[in-house]
């Protein structure tokens, strides 16, 4: 399963874009990247995957590097309803061929009024 | 009902007794999860069903016993367990669709917090 890599907290001031960044080298061709985020022990939520194209959606956007070797959450315009943990996933398959999701450590966002 | 619905909510017990957690999706999937979250460790994935059949155990002690009685229903039967235990049980649930494979999105519920005494 690949790994993936996040920094373990970060701040970012209310209103400013908030920039997530994960490093996940061992990816292979056709694995997917999932962000999901966690506010304080509810069930965590998506918001965004994507291959190798950048994407974007009303809640984030993904800008995925040409290696696929990392990739970077940007939240537009942080609120402070954003403040979460937010877990970049490399989505992988069982040997039966089920999809799996494996949770890193996440990075823990703050965001500052 | 809509989404992913997991009962009780919160649940005390001892280690001698025997319960049950339950989840039910609404969401038509087919495919089902139990993650496991103690207290500041990411979530751990427990096992994966697929079409009402085991696909994934990650080595989960025996005294965890999932069942999967149908593609909308999700349990955790739980006996003799620790105290190192006590943690947040999340079910999760997907859509595996042949060919589609981007399409696949994890919905979670809000989890059932266990506090084994």
């Known amino acids: 399963d690949a790994k993936t890599t996040q920094p373990p907290s970060m701040d970012c001031a209310e209103g400013r874009a908030a920039n997530l960044p994960c490093n996940h080298s061992?990816?292979?061709?056709?694995?997917?990247v999932y962000w999901y985020r966690q506010i304080h022990s509810q069930g965590p939520q998506y918001i965004i995957h994507?291959?190798?194209n950048n994407e974007t959606n009303e809640m984030a956007s993904l800008i995925i590097t040409e290696d696929r070797k990392s990739s970077t959450l940007i939240l537009p315009h942080a609120t402070l309803r954003d403040t979460a943990v937010y877990y970049c996933?490399?989505?992988?398959?069982?040997?039966?061929?089920?999809?799996?999701?494996?949770f890193g450590t996440g990075t823990r966002l703050k965001v500052l009024a | 009902e809509t989404g992913v619905t997991q009962t009780p909510r919160h649940l005390v017990m001892g280690m001698t007794n025997k319960k049950s957690l339950k989840c039910e999706q609404h969401?038509?999937?087919?495919?089902m999860y139990w993650y496991k979250q103690s207290a500041k460790k990411p979530l751990e994935l427990m096992f994966v069903?697929?079409?009402?059949?085991?696909?994934e155990n990650n080595s989960v002690p025996s005294r965890f016993s999932p069942e999967c009685p149908n593609s909308s229903h999700l349990f955790l039967h739980l006996h003799t367990l620790q105290p190192e235990d006590s943690a947040l049980y999340l079910c999760?649930?997907?859509?595996?669709?042949?060919?589609?494979?981007?399409?696949?999105?994890?919905?979670f519920g809000a989890g059932s917090r266990l506090t084994v005494l």
């Open positions: 969401l038509g999937h087919n495919a």
């Open positions: 069903y697929n079409f009402k059949e085991q696909t």
């Open positions: 994507g291959l190798k």
């Open positions: 061992t990816i292979s061709g056709n694995e997917y």
């Open positions: 999760a649930s997907s859509q595996v669709i042949t060919g589609r494979a981007g399409a696949n999105v994890l919905t």
């Open positions: 996933i490399v989505r992988s398959r069982t040997t039966s061929g089920t999809y799996k999701y494996i």
